[in-house]
T-cell receptor, first 113, second 115 residues
């Protein structure tokens, strides 16, 4: 079974600085997708970014980018120019051949003014 | 386009009762998945429906069931509620099912408290 590990339960960053959230996963599948979701205190889960495993190029979405290392099964999220609104729980998720998402335990990000 | 909606947003029940939660997917989306979120277990997959058929099921007891209607709206039911069923129940929709490509979009969740 696939597993997703987020080794940092909590992280903090100063406003305007850069922070990187870590994620590793375990799978025997060759085709899959990886996602980062953000869950602010209001609880609405929001898609931040996604990466297709067959693509070597790292995905970027404005201030959010990933470092995808397929051989190492690593998928970290970099947030540049951090803003107060980035404060949330961040979940790394894996989606392979089945329809379900497998989530990590999450990283709580605090942004300090 | 309207997002995924879930009703009710909050629910308080007592042990032994049953509860029904509703989810309306994004217009055009035909797949609906349900997740349970608790502080201890995190996010766990319950089941997924596509075209009124359950395509995938997580490791939950038979007290948890669901269905999908022809308009893609979905309901999940929990019978004989236990204290441990207290959780945030999240619904997510995607365009199709069975493929790697679809991104799931989440609703705001239903907070269930069992007393």
């Amino acid at each position: 079974a696939q597993t997703v590990t987020q080794s940092q339960p909590e992280m903090s960053v100063q406003e305007a600085e850069t922070v990187t959230l870590s994620c590793t996963y375990d799978t025997s599948e060759s085709d899959y997708y990886l996602f980062w979701y953000k869950q602010p205190p209001s609880r609405q889960m929001i898609l931040v970014i996604r990466q297709e495993a067959y693509k070597q190029q790292n995905a970027t979405e404005n201030r959010f980018s990933v470092n995808f290392q397929k051989a190492a099964k690593s998928f970290s999220l970099k947030i540049s120019d951090s803003q107060l609104g980035d404060a949330a729980m961040y979940f790394c998720a894996y989606k392979g051949g089945s329809e379900k998402l497998v989530f990590g335990k999450g990283t709580k990000l605090t942004v300090n003014p | 386009k309207a997002g995924v909606t879930q009703t009710p947003r909050y629910l308080i029940k007592t042990r032994g009762q049953q509860v029904t939660l509703s989810c309306s997917p994004i217009s055009g989306h035909r797949s609906v998945s349900w997740y349970q979120q608790t502080p201890g277990q995190g996010l766990q997959f319950l089941f997924e429906y596509f075209s009124e058929t359950q395509r995938n099921k997580g490791n939950f007891p038979g007290r948890f069931s669901g269905r999908q209607f022809s308009n893609s709206r979905s309901e999940m039911n929990v019978s004989t509620l236990e204290l441990g069923d207290s959780a945030l129940y999240l619904c997510a929709s995607s365009y199709t099912s069975g493929g790697y490509t679809d991104t799931q979009y989440f609703g705001p969740g239903t907070r269930l408290t069992v007393l």
